[in-house]
């Protein structure tokens, strides 16, 4: 069974930045490629970032430019840098395997104006 514990969220001034980790066990890390998403209060769940198995990074316009995904297969963990934050940045955040339906607790962030 996958077991996914995102950490690292906090509240944080507008121009901050903050470091999102992902923990995953229950699956073969290095293979999957690793997605992290977010959902705003009253918000659809939205895809953020995507990191392949062998590095390749992809991002939602909203973030490009300001947030950097990255992974350690060593430690199977994924992270989300997170800079230049602004309010619309506030959201619960969420990563997953690709092929994985299912979410953990996710980790809030909180960015005040």
């Known amino acids: 069974q996958v077991q996914l514990v995102e950490s690292g969220g906090g509240l944080v001034q507008a121009g901050g930045s903050l470091r999102l980790s992902c923990v995953v066990s229950?699956?073969?890390?290095?293979?999957?490629?690793m997605l992290w998403y977010r959902q705003a209060p009253g918000k659809q769940r939205e895809w953020v970032a995507t990191i392949s198995s062998g590095g390749s990074t992809n991002y939602a316009d909203s973030v490009k430019g300001r947030f950097t995904i990255s992974r350690d297969n060593a430690k199977s963990t994924v992270y989300l840098q997170m800079n230049s934050l602004k309010p619309e940045d506030t959201a619960v955040y969420y990563c997953r395997p690709d092929w994985y339906g299912n979410w953990g607790q996710g980790t809030q962030v909180t960015v005040s104006s």
């Open positions: 229950g699956s073969i890390f290095s293979r999957n490629a």
